[in-house]
């Protein structure tokens, strides 16, 4: 995005306030984008009018995150199974009935070089997410974001040819990033949202990681990963390791060798030399198992700048950002890849995942998942405070509390001031990730007004250019939108 445009995608951010202040707010008010995750299902059960209302009044939203394609829970359908259903929309879960898809009618102009052509979601039968949104919530001064991420299902007709392959060549359920198939859908996507619909922007999210990371299950849940799953050992992928001068056959006897030391490090085997100094021995022997990770994520980061190239062909005051995952604020080693210099000039703002209610129970998972592999020997609690330190989070609970009491305001704090810092120089917005009912387990926390409340500010006092409270209205309690609101409110932006 050029200067001009994106001044004229941040006029547009301010299009809202400035219709806010049209109907008696005062106009000296600062332009802050205050977001919401919603997918189409709340307004079928809802009604458009009546959900703008509810989230124009109760939390001062004046930008929609729509989900207009997934084929996962966490963005879009109703409240997922097994968690207390929130105090709106239809009172019933929709286990039977949710599919995922596109929710939005489909071009096929834009998908003739992609296997995937047959995506929309059978779910809500014809309703069509931005015909009934857009003219309503743009009559309101709401600003509108095409929301979508990278999560797919095996049954989808076309999706075959462009799934990942693991360790021994099985199809994983995840596309491959440098399959032209998968490639070209995902332009055609942004192409399709670019020049078919009235839209503010579009963001997009990839919430996984390269086969290193992955092994050593450097994630919240990391232990239920299977180390000869992991992904990805494709043709496409073997190529593009060629031309970088990676020996593909070191890359399989690597992971081979890493898939041994995992599932023996699991069964609490301990090596002769222990499970650092072993890990170390194999990362010393094999460079290919990092540079098969990086290789990964530079697939990631070349899919970013094709798609923000794209979207600044077809329509250049349009922004397009990424959602950043939560793992950023776990695992080292992916924070080391989110390299926030490399990404700004392909990133007209980012969504950074700052969760701190659910971090807790997370980040335990986290911690109790490398606690078997990489830092095998190190004890839980020990291992808690070294990531605390590495990570630069302070006052933090023990192993035992967190997932009572998650993570605090302060977490949120440091986490935007690091992003802030980490953009110096950008001209790229930051809109951190807020946690507002994001399921967690039943016997740990659960979101409050307050806890809302103490992140959003402490994210604007930390340099937040705005926030996206999430992950979907339809998992969140009237009262902790309001949580949200009344901050919104204190701070002078509504
Ligand atoms: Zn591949």
């Not at 079928?44 to 209302?53: A, K, N």
């Not at 129970?361 to 490398?370: E, F, P």
């Not at 809302?452 to 250019?465: E, P, R």
């Amino acid at each position: 995005m050029s200067d001009t445009t994106r001044r004229q995608f941040l006029g547009s951010a301010a299009a809202s306030v400035l219709a806010a202040a049209a109907s008696g707010a005062p106009a000296s008010k600062p332009k802050k984008m205050i977001g919401i995750q919603i997918g189409a299902v709340s307004f079928v059960d809802e009604g458009v009018e009546p959900v703008l209302e509810i989230l124009q009044t109760k939390g001062h939203v004046n930008t929609l995150f729509i989900a207009a394609f997934t084929y996962g829970r966490g963005i879009a359908g109703r409240q997922v199974p097994n968690q207390p259903l929130p105090d709106h929309g239809k009172q019933e879960y929709d286990t039977g009935s949710f599919h995922g898809g596109s929710y939005a009618a489909v071009h096929p102009q834009y998908y003739k070089n992609t296997s995937l052509q047959d995506f929309r979601a059978p779910d809500l039968g014809k309703f069509d997410v931005f015909e009934a949104v857009l003219p309503a919530s743009r009559k309101r001064g709401m600003q509108n974001i095409a929301w979508f991420e990278d999560v797919f299902r095996s049954d989808i007709p076309g999706v075959k040819d462009l799934e990942e392959k693991d360790l021994h060549g099985r199809n994983a359920t995840t596309l491959c990033f440098n399959n032209p198939g998968y490639h070209n859908f995902l332009l055609g996507l942004v192409e399709d949202y670019a020049s078919s619909w009235e839209l503010d922007g579009i963001m997009w999210g990839s919430e996984r990681q390269g086969a290193f990371a992955n092994a050593l299950g450097a994630a919240a849940g990391g232990r239920r990963k299977d180390p000869g799953t992991v992904t990805c050992f494709c043709q496409y992928c073997q190529k593009k390791g060629k031309e970088r001068g990676i020996d593909f056959g070191r890359v399989q006897e690597g992971y081979l060798e890493l898939e041994k030391f995992v599932r023996a490090a699991r069964e609490r085997q301990k090596p002769v030399d222990g499970y650092y100094v072993t890990l170390w021995r194999l990362m010393l022997r094999y460079p290919e198992l990092l540079a098969w990770e990086n290789l990964w994520h530079d697939s990631l980061r070349d899919t970013y700048a094709a798609m923000h190239a794209k979207v600044n062909s077809v329509k250049p005051n349009m922004g397009i950002g990424w959602h950043i995952w939560h793992t950023n604020s776990f695992s080292p080693i992916y924070r080391a890849e989110q390299d926030l210099q490399r990404i700004a000039p392909v990133s007209d703002f980012l969504k950074i995942v700052m969760y701190d209610n659910v971090a807790g129970g997370r980040l335990a998972t986290y911690i109790d998942s490398v606690g078997e592999t990489i830092y095998g020997d190190v004890p839980k609690e020990d291992l808690l405070r070294f990531h605390y330190d590495v990570l630069g989070y302070k006052n933090e609970g023990t192993q035992q509390e967190i997932p009572t009491t998650g993570l605090s305001a302060d977490y949120v704090s440091r986490e935007t001031k690091r992003a802030r810092e980490g953009l110096a120089g950008a001209k790229t917005l930051l809109w951190p990730g807020i946690d507002l009912d994001v399921p967690t387990e039943a016997t740990h926390s659960k979101s409050k007004p307050k806890g809302i409340h103490d992140a959003l500010v402490a994210s604007f006092q930390a340099g937040a250019d705005g926030v996206i409270l999430s992950r979907k209205y339809s998992e969140m309690k009237l009262a902790n939108l309001a949580g949200a609101g009344e901050a919104v409110k204190e701070l002078g932006f509504a």
